[in-house]
């Protein structure tokens, strides 16, 4: 069983930064994409950065030019660098993986147990 285990969040001031990490764990026959996901308080699940298994990596507009995605592929882990940051960043991030297991059956992804990001303003 694939498990994630996120790390990094906690309380920040408008315009510092916080980097997150993401370790998968299990039976893993390849990574399609490691994302990062966050919902803040009554707003729906919503992408923040995406990067593919060949390194391709899209970003929500809100975030663009403050946040980098990046995978550590020998440690099957994703890291989110988060500069600049703003209230409204304030949510609980998600890691998600999109992986195929050994049996090379099929894609199937996988949630972490979020992460709480605050910033204060």
């Known amino acids: 069983q694939v498990q994630l285990v996120e790390s990094g969040g906690g309380l920040v001031q408008a315009g510092g930064s916080l980097r997150l990490s993401c370790a998968a764990s299990g039976s893993i026959f390849s990574i399609n994409a490691m994302a990062w996901y966050r919902q803040g308080p009554g707003k729906q699940r919503e992408l923040v950065a995406r990067?593919?298994?060949?390194?391709?990596?899209n970003y929500a507009d809100p975030v663009k030019g403050r946040f980098t995605i990046s995978r550590a592929n020998a440690k099957n882990t994703v890291n989110l660098q988060m500069n600049s940051l703003k209230p409204e960043d304030t949510a609980v991030y998600y890691c998600?993986?999109?992986?195929?297991?050994?049996?090379?059956?099929?894609?199937?992804?996988?949630w972490g147990q979020g992460t709480l990001v605050t910033v204060s303003s």
């Open positions: 990067i593919t298994g060949g390194g391709s990596t």
């Open positions: 998600n993986l999109d992986y195929v297991p050994p049996d090379r059956a099929r894609s199937l992804g996988v």
